[in-house]
């Protein structure tokens, strides 16, 4: 699907222009108030919600095609105009590939939220557990990379325990207020009442102290209205970066044109098995080949039998002629088409700024600071969208620190005084840790160092701390001699 508008060029005349995705299907949606959205009938809402559907969730449902191998460009019908040639769809999962591998680079490593007081950090943990919030994560940025936002929902289930689960970006979107500080006004989420039943839907509008709950079939119904104790609106959106763009978004086109040069290739070769057979001079038919489709028949007999009979043409002076047969097929140049391809794919990979690991200059025996420059971009990437990751993971344990409050599970909790420590994962060489780590004792702290250790070791150093100090009886320190019982060193052995 293209959008199609005019730009005025700098003559002044007015020329077409067509837009993959529309100019508002990124568009931020406002309302001075939860009251200015409900009013008269509904209608900003209903306009919203119309907008949304038809506006912003193709661009959406695009991109997760191109994360789940269903390429539009290729995919399309009647590309090739010969109906009796070959018609190949190769498609190439870029966007499945990148997104994965952000996903990996991001929160392979799950996320450390810390918090000083230990008996809220024993609440936070337990959540952790209970909701598995480091998949929940995982799958957030999973829906980033793929279409630049995420939604997860905080709610308080029926076993009476605070739940955070993650919201289908597809039907999902917040609408913030006009200030410049942009508060959450509501959290919208609408569905199918049926799977089958594209003409009636549910929408659940999540204000700072309502659930309202519509049917939606050309007019909006509200059905039902439920409180909710958070005092914000639970529903919090997540951004991949400012502009809300997908990593791989702006390069569909280049994603385009790999499928479709690896698919004229592949048509090519198919192609070259069906080439046609042109023939120099006479086929000795049979007395019985007295018709054209008897004719064919035959021939294609020969040719299966790989034999070709055939007689010279005689000119009016009884001179034979000569008789040849060979293919006719269309030329292929290879170094310059693999060339081509490759240059596309390069393209790829520096404007995803995703890494192409099958380099063959990658990895091999270059310097650690060779391989960082290869990931600089992607680096400035990551620490924009961790930042703003950070900023909704705050707003994320706000809302739960809300319920715990008033369910007696947390007291005097503070946001503030979370800390939030994102780990990338990388390979590790865990020989050069541990010569590095051996290399700092005596230069930093013992708890320096035993950090440094943490992805070797797989325990934080606080522990690893802990479990030194019950070791007994005391083991020699090499840095500073013998350790007596009572703590007292022992310099004679130098």
């Known amino acids: 699907m293209t959008y199609k508008e005019t730009f005025t060029d700098s003559s002044g005349n007015s020329k077409p222009l067509e837009l993959r995705f529309?100019?508002?299907?990124?568009?931020?949606?406002?309302?001075?108030?939860?009251?200015?959205?409900f009013a008269d009938n509904y209608k900003l809402l209903k306009t919203i919600l119309n907008h949304h559907e038809k506006v912003q969730r193709p661009r959406i449902q695009e991109l997760l095609d191109y994360a789940e191998g269903n390429n539009h460009t290729v995919s399309k019908a009647g590309r090739r105009r010969e109906e009796e040639m070959a018609d190949a769809r190769a498609i190439h999962n870029f966007g499945k590939a990148i997104a994965t591998f952000k996903q990996g680079y991001l929160v392979g490593n799950p996320i450390r939220v810390e918090y000083a007081d230990k008996a809220i950090q024993r609440v936070l943990d337990d959540l952790e557990q209970r909701d598995n919030l480091h998949q929940l994560n995982r799958s957030l940025v999973l829906d980033l990379s793929k279409t630049g936002r995420a939604y997860d929902l905080v709610?308080?289930?029926?076993?009476?325990?605070?739940?955070?689960v993650k919201l289908d970006p597809l039907d999902t979107f917040v609408i913030y207020d006009t200030t410049l500080e942009e508060h959450s006004v509501a959290g919208v989420r609408y569905y199918k009442q049926s799977q089958f039943d594209d003409k009636h839907k549910t929408v659940e509008v999540y204000t700072a102290g309502n659930i309202h709950k519509f049917n939606w079939s050309g007019d909006l119904e509200e059905i039902k209205v439920s409180p909710h104790i958070f005092g914000l609106v639970p529903i919090t959106e997540y951004l991949n970066n400012s502009n809300g763009l997908g990593d791989?978004?702006?390069?569909l086109s280049l994603i385009d044109l790999y499928d479709a040069s690896q698919?004229?290739?592949?048509?090519?070769?198919?192609?070259?098995?069906?080439?046609?057979?042109?023939?120099?001079?006479?086929?000795?038919?049979?007395?019985d080949c007295d018709t054209a489709q008897k004719q064919i028949e035959y021939m294609r007999k020969m040719r299966k039998a790989r034999l070709l009979n055939l007689e010279p043409?005689?000119?009016?002076?009884?001179?034979?002629?000569?008789?040849?047969?060979?293919?006719?097929?269309?030329?292929?140049?290879?170094?310059?088409?693999?060339?081509?391809?490759?240059?596309?794919?390069?393209?790829?990979?520096?404007?995803?700024?995703?890494?192409?690991?099958?380099?063959?200059?990658?990895?091999?025996?270059?310097?650690?600071?060779?391989?960082?420059?290869?990931?600089?971009?992607l680096d400035q990437a990551r620490v924009d969208m961790q930042a703003l990751f950070e900023k909704s993971l705050q707003r994320r344990y706000r809302l739960i620190a809300k319920v715990g409050m008033v369910a007696k599970e947390l007291t005097n909790f503070d946001v503030s005084k979370l800390s939030f420590t994102f780990t990338p994962n990388l390979p590790t060489n865990s020989a050069d840790i541990v010569t590095n780590a051996r290399n700092l004792f005596g230069l930093v702290s013992d708890k320096t160092v035993l950090g440094t250790l943490e992805p070797v070791t797989g325990v934080k150093k606080e522990e690893e701390i802990k479990r030194l100090e019950q070791e007994q009886p005391k083991q020699p320190d090499s840095?500073?001699?013998?350790?007596?019982?009572?703590?007292q060193e022992n310099n004679s052995a130098q």
């Not at 529309?22 to 959205?37: C, D, G, N, P, T």
């Not at 709610?155 to 955070?164: E, I, L, S, V």
């Not at 840095?479 to 703590?487: A, M, Q, Y």
């Open 479 to 487: 840095r500073f001699g013998e350790v007596t019982e009572d703590g």
């Open 263 to 287: 698919s004229d290739t592949a048509n090519y070769m198919q192609d070259l098995s069906d080439a046609i057979l042109a023939i120099i001079g006479r086929v000795n038919f049979p007395a």
């Open 155 to 164: 709610y308080r289930a029926m076993d009476d325990t605070t739940r955070a």
């Open 22 to 37: 529309h100019r508002e299907s990124r568009m931020k949606y406002q309302a001075e108030s939860v009251e200015a959205l």
């Open 248 to 251: 791989y978004e702006t390069e």
């Open 313 to 377: 043409p005689i000119d009016q002076e009884g001179r034979e002629g000569n008789v040849d047969a060979k293919y006719l097929y269309k030329q292929y140049d290879v170094n310059g088409t693999e060339a081509y391809k490759k240059r596309v794919v390069d393209d790829i990979h520096k404007f995803t700024m995703f890494p192409d690991l099958s380099d063959e200059n990658f990895g091999g025996t270059q310097s650690g600071i060779a391989l960082a420059w290869k990931t600089f971009a």
